[in-house]
């Protein structure tokens, strides 16, 4: 990978429990060592590994294990596509739904799988 360019867009992709988050800046200014980013972050301006894992990118000045990387056309339609996934479950976990929706909406949702949606005891042996 090549050094980073005033303009360069990055990402840093950051794990919390089971989801993701994106967080995008522009190289707005280079020394001679680092890359200083639009939210203040400085990037040490050479590519290796980030941290124990297989990401090759740029590190974070005085934080080796938070790795950034040049923004792609797929990683932005991933992070477009996560933050839908984000709204989609916040709006549905803001909803108090009645017993009779949930059974409602149970029964669309896997009703039409043909599968029993009756509980039914183990029979002990």
Known sequence: MRKLMVGDQV???????????????DVVRLTSKRAILKNGIQLINECHRIGFSKLVGYAEYGGSFKGWQLATPELREEAEAHDLKQKKIHWFNSL??????????????????????TLTEAKND
């Open 96 to 117: 108090r739904l009645t017993n009779e929706q949930k059974v409602i909406i149970y029964d669309k949702c896997f009703g039409y799988l043909g599968l029993d949606t």
């Open 11 to 25: 990402v840093r992709k950051t794990y919390i429990g089971n989801t993701s988050s994106y967080l995008f800046s």
